[in-house]
């Protein structure tokens, strides 16, 4: 295997800031893609009770958008300070 193969890289991130990233990345696609509409990743008060649409407690911290540069600028720190404390705190 080469140095620094992607492989590689992934192996040392820790699972929760892996599963993290995933998750951000693939709610940008598809938000990118169409697949799902910005409104639906939206708080909205009591629907997460009323209508037991239960994404609405996650969606918050995990959607930052479509992708773009600043996005993707922000999931680094995002990442980098997440991976910083479940490293050291747990």
Not at 15 to 23: N, R, S, V
Not at 53 to 80: A, C, D, E, K, Y
Request: glycine letters at 8%; one cysteine or more.
């Amino acid at each position: 295997m080469a140095p620094g193969s992607l492989r590689e890289v992934l192996s040392q991130v820790p699972p929760f800031t892996l599963c993290y990233g995933a998750c951000v990345i693939l709610l940008g696609v598809s938000a990118n893609t169409g697949l799902i509409a910005n409104h639906i990743m939206a708080w909205r008060g009591m629907a997460y009770v009323l209508k037991l649409q239960l994404w609405r407690l996650i969606s918050p911290f995990l959607f930052h958008g479509g992708i773009t540069l600043p996005m993707l600028m922000s999931l680094v720190m995002n990442l980098r300070f997440v991976a910083t404390l479940e490293g050291d705190y747990y």
